[in-house]
């Protein structure tokens, strides 16, 4: 069973590498290989599923490998199967392999086909291991991966500019919401030392007399877990960035966020059940939310233009449905409830481009105007609901509708614009002025050390607030991409000095960090500067410059790089990220919260400026010059 697990897990990524080895031209062998992949990928869920069987169904944990273990931190490599992972389990492959055999057809001929493949394969293979994962860092380098393919999938079709911008709006509410999931596996660690394992999770709990922590800080791990879970499933107050991310090809949008990635959230949600579900308060707050989400998104819903608008607020009644059973213990119906869900919001976005056509056909063959009543066996309903209240409160409900509840202006009013004028203010400060500021704040430091005997403990203070300025000097930048790279490599190189104030016996896990960290930058800033090589950005912002298509292979070099910068789980950074967190842990618990905002805008700075140089539309000034080289 144990390489059952493994094969199901792994068989996406080789998939995804004979993919990437293929010629983006030859569309038959990609499809050919997509398809016998998606195949045995079934052949081994089939097979765990009776081997699970076999053993009758309980719960099986098993640990590959240590990735990296100190006296009081350990990274195992460990996966998790029980009746939740299984369900999600199928219904993954279900719904993957009609996407696959969909899209050999569908996608014929797109300039962008090798591209999707390999995306969906990342995605695939990044929501294996959230589902199997055994506990929570697993779990965030799936999440990670997930996070990644969505903004590349909403950004497909690179050449126009909503799809691109929608994708960095998804991405940058995915960053804001990993806040939660990150101080949330810091918390784990913190309150639970080594018994963070999904399967331990519920024996904690056994006693109720003697929970494994205060109440307080329960509440304040669920609350942080609810955030996690709210903005990957697009629940209140992050309901507007999913029909939004319904750009992406027709497919995508059904594997993403009509079908699995929706859910991703309610899956969070069963993993830590014992913890949220501990408090009658936390229960009421997750129906709460449900609540809240299934009113303003069915109401949302009625104004949308397009059909896979009104798909995308469906699903997302349905999930905030499904957190409301979740908070009345209603476990095995929300699982049903989830299937069934995804299988109609996968089947519904495939067959809407057919049933438009279908009704245009039907409206250019008709010499009347044309209109898609209700059947006359329906006439005999009564008045909705809506046409019973007086006209004023149709209007305002129409217009509450069409603003959608106005919970994109109050997000960003919360979350983007303060941190965006801070660091506007911090940009508009002369280069020599910050610079002489920083060496004055180093040298304190050092008469603070040396001569008034100052506990380096105490001096990590001034370095987390400099690593936060910088971060947002680089989430505010808008004339130059190297200032971007460099403000987002100092953020991290503060953090690591941060780290060493705090425990000088930490410098090897801070270079186990700075390992993934430099490289990357070395390597976004010889990209960059081939990329702009005759580009001037002095006086107009950065703009799309859609490089990917003049430049591919430079461009992918700094994808990589922004890979590397925001901790992607391919690079040292993420498990470095991890061991600063449990170093914050083990000696000043108030650093969790700088360094994980710092980590986090910075993943959205350096996103934005790949997809403003990497995606848009090419100008023939543009092949030209490429040409010309």
Same mark, same amino acid.
């Given at each position: 069973?144990?390489g059952?697990m493994?094969?199901?897990?792994f068989?996406?990524l ?7 080895? +293929? ?5 038959k062998?990609?499809a ?7 195949h045995a ?5 089939a097979a765990?599923?009776?081997?699970w069987?076999?053993?009758?169904f309980?719960s099986?944990e098993?640990?590959?490998f240590?990735?990296?273990?100190t006296d ?5 490599i460990l996966?998790y199967?029980?009746?939740v992972?299984?369900a999600?389990?199928?219904?993954t492959?279900?719904i ?11 996608l014929?001929r797109?300039?962008g086909?090798?591209r999707?493949?390999l ?5 695939? !293979?990044?929501?294996?291991l959230?589902i199997m ?6 779990? !965030?380098?799936?999440?990670e991966i997930v996070g990644?393919?969505s903004?590349?999938?909403?950004a497909f079709y690179?050449h126009r ?14 960053r804001?919401c990993?806040?939660?999931?990150l101080?949330g596996?810091w ?9 963070q ?7 904690l709990?056994?006693n109720?007399a003697? #929970?494994?922590?205060g109440?307080a800080?329960?509440l304040?791990l =669920?609350f ?5 879970a709210?903005?990957k499933?697009? /629940?209140f107050?992050f309901?507007?960035?999913l &029909? ?5 090809? +027709? &497919?995508s ?5 009509g ?11 069963f993993r ?9 308060l936390?229960r009421?707050?997750v ?16 104004? /949308? =233009?397009?059909i896979?608008g009104?798909i995308a607020y469906?699903?997302i009644?349905?999930v905030?449905?499904?957190f409301?059973e979740?908070?009345?213990g209603?476990? +095995? ?7 069934g869900?995804?299988?109609?919001r996968?089947?519904?976005l495939?067959v809407?481009?057919s049933?438009?056509a279908?009704?245009?056909r039907v ?8 209109y898609?009543?209700? =059947?006359?066996r329906f006439?005999? $309903? #009564?008045a ?7 006209e004023?409160l149709?209007?305002?409900l129409?217009?509450f509708s $069409? /603003?959608?509840g106005n919970?994109?202006? *109050?997000?960003r ?7 965006k004028?801070?660091?506007?203010t @911090?940009n508009?400060?002369n ?9 004055g704040?180093f040298?304190?430091?050092w008469v603070?050390i040396? *001569?008034?005997?100052v506990?380096a403990?105490?001096?990590?203070? #001034? ?5 936060? $300025?910088?971060?947002l000097?680089a989430?505010s ?8 790279w460099?403000?987002i ?7 690591? @000095?941060?780290?060493?104030f705090l425990? &000088?016996g ?11 960290i430099?490289?990357?930058?070395i ?8 990329l ?6 002095a ?6 410059r ?5 430049q591919p292979?430079?461009?992918l070099l700094l994808?990589l ?8 789980p391919?690079?040292?950074?993420f498990?470095g990220?991890d061991?600063l967190?449990s170093?914050?842990s083990?000696?000043?618990p108030w650093?969790?919260? #700088?360094?994980t905002?710092?980590?986090?805008i910075n993943?959205?700075?350096a996103a934005?400026?790949?997809?403003r140089l990497? *995606?848009?539309?090419?100008t ?7 040409? *010309?080289?």
């Amino acid at each position: 069973m144990n390489g059952l697990m493994l094969t199901s897990e792994f068989i996406p990524l080789l998939g995804f590498l004979f993919i990437f080895l +293929t010629s983006r031209n030859n569309e038959k062998k990609i499809a050919t290989i997509s398809f016998w992949f998606s195949h045995a990928l079934g052949i081994s869920i089939a097979a765990l599923s009776i081997a699970w069987g076999i053993e009758g169904f309980q719960s099986h944990e098993f640990e590959w490998f240590t990735l990296y273990a100190t006296d009081n931190y350990s990274f195992p490599i460990l996966f998790y199967l029980d009746r939740v992972g299984a369900a999600y389990l199928f219904c993954t492959w279900a719904i993957f392999s009609i996407i696959v055999k969909y899209c050999r057809v569908y996608l014929h001929r797109e300039t962008g086909f090798k591209r999707f493949f390999l995306t969906i394969f990342g995605f695939i !293979f990044g929501l294996n291991l959230i589902i199997m994962s055994g506990s929570i860092d697993m779990l !965030f380098a799936g999440w990670e991966i997930v996070g990644i393919t969505s903004f590349l999938l909403i950004a497909f079709y690179r050449h126009r500019v909503q799809p691109v911008r929608n994708a960095l709006r998804a991405y940058s509410i995915y960053r804001f919401c990993d806040i939660g999931l990150l101080l949330g596996t810091w918390m784990s660690h913190m309150l639970f030392h080594e018994s963070q394992h999904f399967s331990e999770l519920a024996h904690l709990f056994d006693n109720a007399a003697l #929970p494994p922590a205060g109440y307080a800080s329960l509440l304040l791990l =669920s609350f942080l877990i609810l955030i996690a879970a709210s903005g990957k499933s697009a /629940q209140f107050p992050f309901c507007f960035w999913l &029909p939004r991310a319904m750009e992406g090809p +027709t &497919p995508s949008s059904a594997i993403f966020y009509g079908a699995l990635s929706v859910h991703l959230g309610v899956f969070l949600l069963f993993r830590t059940t014992p913890i949220w579900s501990y408090h009658y308060l936390t229960r009421f707050i997750v129906f709460s939310i449900g609540l809240l989400t299934v009113i303003i998104a069915s109401i949302s819903e009625k104004t /949308q =233009s397009n059909i896979k608008g009104q798909i995308a607020y469906a699903s997302i009644t349905q999930v905030g449905f499904m957190f409301m059973e979740l908070s009345l213990g209603l476990e +095995t119906l929300v699982l049903f409830h989830f299937m069934g869900n995804a299988f109609l919001r996968s089947y519904q976005l495939l067959v809407s481009p057919s049933i438009v056509a279908h009704l245009l056909r039907v409206e250019g063959s008709t010499d009347t105007d044309f209109y898609i009543r209700n =059947s006359s066996r329906f006439q005999f $309903l #009564p008045a909705s609901i809506r046409n019973t209240l007086p006209e004023v409160l149709q209007n305002t409900l129409y217009v509450f509708s $069409l /603003q959608e509840g106005n919970l994109e202006l *109050m997000v960003r009013s919360a979350l983007w614009e303060p941190l965006k004028r801070i660091g506007a203010t @911090i940009n508009r400060i002369n280069p020599w002025l910050k610079l002489l500021s920083g060496l004055g704040v180093f040298a304190l430091i050092w008469v603070a050390i040396t *001569m008034l005997g100052v506990s380096a403990h105490y001096l990590a203070i #001034p370095m987390s607030v400099l690593m936060v $300025l910088a971060s947002l000097s680089a989430f505010s930048q808008k004339h130059s991409p190297f200032s971007v790279w460099n403000a987002i490599t100092l953020s991290s190189i503060l953090a690591g @000095i941060a780290v060493c104030f705090l425990n &000088p016996g930490a410098w090897f896990d801070v270079l186990i960090f700075a390992s993934g960290i430099i490289p990357a930058w070395i390597l976004g800033i010889a990209a960059l500067a081939k990329l702009l090589k005759n580009e001037n950005f002095a006086d107009s912002p950065f703009a799309y410059r859609a490089m990917a298509e003049t430049q591919p292979k430079f461009s992918l070099l700094l994808f990589l790089s922004f890979l590397g910068l925001v901790g992607f789980p391919i690079s040292p950074a993420f498990l470095g990220e991890d061991l600063l967190l449990s170093h914050a842990s083990s000696h000043a618990p108030w650093f969790a919260l #700088p360094i994980t905002i710092a980590f986090v805008i910075n993943g959205i700075a350096a996103a934005r400026v790949f997809q403003r140089l990497c *995606m848009g539309r090419p100008t023939e000034l543009n092949v030209v010059e490429e040409g *010309m080289r």
